[in-house]
């Protein structure tokens, strides 16, 4: 059944974000019988469960059948293609912003979040009183997603942003600053300043004032902030569902992913 001959839900791919996202889409391969779905309500039933929250078997009927989007989401998965596609719109979007398609600034920061009996990796965040997992990030000034990390819960900051942060050894060439929290001072300011030896990144810790009372927006901090809470406007990212962590970063993968083609569709074609 395509999406033509069904009614739509708000998760849906529009026109004009198909357009966008059609040619980074792995197309069938060649030979053989032609595919039964097309990609597009592929993608509309995987994108229904990141938002909508629900379990892969409670996929509405409607949909290609929960066995077959599940297949394509998790090949997907192995194969790299929801971080390549990510990466993609990201420059895309930040260069329809006027932007370079690599920042020089970015935003690091943690999210404990609770996990069901799933199983998998997990921990207690004694800091954050969760037991569950931790999301790392690290964001641009315009709060798009660079990379992500998800941990047992139980790890420290610092241990969680060295894991997240050995990519910037391979690649990353314009980045010289990242802003972060007092839970990332001490060693791990060296570290970052060490981890490539010609091009030094500069870790700035954003303190609070000791003056201040009650909630204050810290400059830069919010940026993090608020791309949490565009995930959490993900219902499968309420809590980590998950039982693979690298299941987990494919999700907030989908969700940054579903944000930025709905940014580009509003866009002109360039």
């Known amino acids: 059944m395509g999406m033509s001959e069904r009614k739509p839900y708000p998760t849906d791919l529009s026109e004009a974000e198909w357009k966008r996202l059609a040619p980074l889409v792995p197309k069938p391969k060649p030979g053989g ?8 309500e592929i993608l509309n039933a995987i994108l229904y469960v990141v938002r909508a929250g629900g379990a892969w078997r409670l996929l509405p009927h409607d949909f290609p059948s929960w066995r077959i989007v599940y297949h394509y989401f998790r090949v997907w998965k ?38 069901t009996d799933r199983g998998g990796e997990r921990g207690y965040d004694a800091g954050k009183q969760v037991n569950g997992r931790k999301r790392h990030i690290l964001v641009d000034t315009l709060g798009l997603l660079l990379v992500v990390c998800v941990t047992a819960a139980s790890t420290q900051d610092r241990d ?34 060490e981890l490539r030896e010609r091009r030094r990144i500069k870790l700035e810790i ?4 000791e003056a201040a009372k009650g909630f204050v927006v810290l400059p830069k901090r919010w940026i993090v902030e608020r791309t949490f809470g565009w995930l959490n406007k993900c219902r499968r990212l309420s809590k980590d569902y998950e039982y693979l962590t690298e299941t987990s970063e494919a999700m907030i993968h989908l969700a940054m992913i579903n944000l930025m083609v709905r940014r580009l569709a509003r866009r002109p074609t360039f």
């Not at 719109?89 to 920061?109: E, F, N, T």
């Open 33 to 40: 019988r032609p595919p039964k779905y097309d990609r597009r």
């Open 78 to 115: 192995l194969a790299g293609v929801w971080k390549r596609l990510h990466d993609r719109l990201r420059k895309l979007l930040r260069k329809a912003a006027g932007r370079a398609m690599q920042p020089s600034a970015a935003i690091l920061d943690s999210q404990s979040v609770k996990t």
């Open 160 to 193: 969680g942003a060295r894991q997240l942060l050995q990519v910037l050894a391979a690649g990353w060439t314009r980045l010289r600053l990242i802003w972060a929290d007092g839970a990332y001072a001490g060693e791990l300011v060296e570290w970052v300043r």
């Open 206 to 209: 954003v303190r609070r004032s």
